[in-house]
């Protein structure tokens, strides 16, 4: 691969892993965000929105991301998305209020759809296939990278700087990006524009919106049963149900649906979904495990989860060596085994484990989940026709946003429930209003005993919150596994159906995109 090409690679890395730093580096500033002096004073439902609104948008805007980098160009979408990313950014934070964080966030998410799908069809169609899968692997490291790596620098700059820093940092990374898509990311102009279908997108978004918003939702109190959940998320499923049928009937759809006809393309997408399902959820409670039972400060515990980034890009380099020697199919059946068994090792885990040995617990996991990742990613997209690159692009984006937010508030209402579960006989004595505050989560019940004086409280939310955090990771463990299953069985050797880009015969979906 030529200079430039790597050049190109790596503008694309750094924005995708700006985008996925800025939807995690939020979690790490709550407590300086509730606090009315040093923050806004948000209330819980204020900080859960400041968090959501990003995912929200992101996960809703990723197939019109996908769709317009199609229509006009991966590098003008990108170039469009780090704009509106840098100048969303400004305004969060400079913030006043609740509000305007969260309107603020929304915006960023907005940006972000758009240079997710475009970064990623510009390493596919920018590199020579020799060296893709390499390529792919490098851009699909800033994935778990940026998962990892939110808590470290939000810590380091929350402890310097005032809490606006974690936003304001994005407009010098952009302005890099920006000179680099300028000297370096080529046009990549299809032969064909495909058209703008823009009630197709407004589906696209109106149901993945709705469907993120009720899973976010369900991971609060009344939870999964309330009709604030339920609603949302049957209009989802109802509004996208008729996107589906929409796209099948136009001749000039933004998302062509019988990608989802390729088993390697389906069956990757909810693997990956899976995945990070797991992935996300269990950082969201080892964050907690750190800081609340062995008592590490937030930039101590994003120290120690930072592992989990460095075994993502080891197993990201390894791993197509690792598919070369074992093929695609059993070299994700390996790395999802092996995630899933680092899922599940939480169940040993208690106040008195060596830190060491998390440590090597998350260098392993993300060792696995990079054996999966690239090889996965790089199938996706082998089997797309070029005009589709953006559209396909977008869809496996999306599996890392839905798949993390889905995780998080999936496996944080188990783990809550699990935990109201072990603590309610040690604060049924109290009064009402305090026993509420108890159940609500192991952090509120430490601040309870804290301000009653009784230590053994103190002692109760810690064995508690170890209860819920085993069980929710046997649940963790259990979902990973139906990863493996789906390789197994879409992951065949067996002539690709849409036949794109590698040899294979030519389709009626590959012969429709080239009409166009």
């Known amino acids: 691969m030529s200079a430039r090409q790597w050049w190109t690679v790596a503008v694309a890395v750094l924005a995708q892993t700006l985008v996925l730093l800025d939807n995690t580096v939020l979690n790490i500033a709550m407590e300086t965000l509730a606090d009315p002096v040093r923050g806004l004073g948000a209330d819980a439902s204020d900080l859960a929105w400041a968090v959501a609104s990003f995912s929200l948008v992101f996960a809703a805007g990723s197939f019109a991301g996908g769709a317009l ?36 966030r929304a915006v960023m998410g907005a940006g972000g759809a758009l240079i997710t799908p475009a970064t990623l069809a510009i390493v596919t169609r920018g590199t020579a296939p020799a060296v893709r899968t390499r390529a792919i692997a490098i851009w699909a490291s800033s994935g778990g990278v940026a998962v990892a790596l939110g808590p470290v620098v939000g810590g380091v700059l929350i402890s310097r700087f005032w809490w606006g820093a974690i936003f304001l940092v994005n407009v010098p990374v952009v302005a890099v990006c920006l000179l680099g898509a300028v000297l370096f ?12 279908d823009l009630p197709g ?8 919106g709705l469907l993120v918003y009720g899973v976010i939702q369900g991971g609060r109190r009344p939870g999964w049963s309330s009709p604030a959940t339920l609603t949302p998320l049957l209009a989802g499923l109802a509004v996208l149900a008729v996107f589906v049928l929409v796209q099948r009937a136009r001749a000039g759809s933004s998302l062509d649906v019988r990608l989802f006809t390729e088993p390697r393309f389906a069956g990757g997408s909810v693997t990956l979904l899976l995945l990070f399902f797991g992935l996300a959820g269990q950082l969201f409670y080892c964050a907690f495990y750190l800081q609340g039972v062995h008592g590490l400060s937030a930039p101590a515990a994003g120290a120690v989860m930072m592992a989990a980034a460095g075994g993502i890009v080891l197993g990201n380099q390894v791993s197509p060596a690792v598919t070369r020697l074992l093929t695609v199919r059993w070299a994700a059946v390996t790395g999802i085994l092996l995630a899933s068994a680092t899922f599940g090792s939480y169940v040993a885990f208690d106040a008195g484990t060596p830190v060491a040995w998390f440590v090597v617990m998350l ?3 993300g060792a696995a989940v990079g054996l999966v990742v690239a090889p996965m990613t790089t199938e996706m997209m082998a089997v797309l026709p070029p005009g589709q690159t953006g559209a396909g692009a977008a869809v496996s984006a999306a599996t890392r946003p839905v798949g993390s937010t889905l995780g998080v508030a999936v496996l944080g209402s188990v783990l809550a429930a699990g935990y109201r579960r072990a603590i309610g006989p040690t604060v049924d004595g109290l009064p009402h209003r305090l026993r509420d505050q108890a159940l609500d989560s192991a952090e509120e019940t430490r601040v309870l005993a804290r301000s009653l004086h009784r230590p053994e409280l103190l002692t109760a939310a810690d064995h508690a919150y170890l209860h819920a955090m085993r069980v929710t990771a046997v649940w963790t463990a259990l979902l990973s ?10 992951f065949r050797p067996r002539r690709s159906e849409l036949g794109a880009g590698r040899g294979h015969r030519a389709t009626p979906l590959a012969g429709r995109a080239h009409r166009r």
């Open 69 to 104: 980098a199609d229509r006009y160009g991966p590098r003008r979408v990108l170039v469009a998305g780090l704009v509106t990313l840098a100048a969303a950014s400004v305004p969060a934070a400079f913030s006043t209020d609740a509000a305007e964080l969260i309107v603020a």
């Open 363 to 365: 260098v392993v996991q």
């Open 481 to 490: 596994l139906a990863g493996a299953v789906l390789v197994i069985g879409f």
């Open 201 to 208: 997108l407004a589906l696209s978004m109106l149901g993945l």
């Open 185 to 196: 990311v080529p046009a990549l102009r299809y032969p064909e524009r495909r058209p703008l």
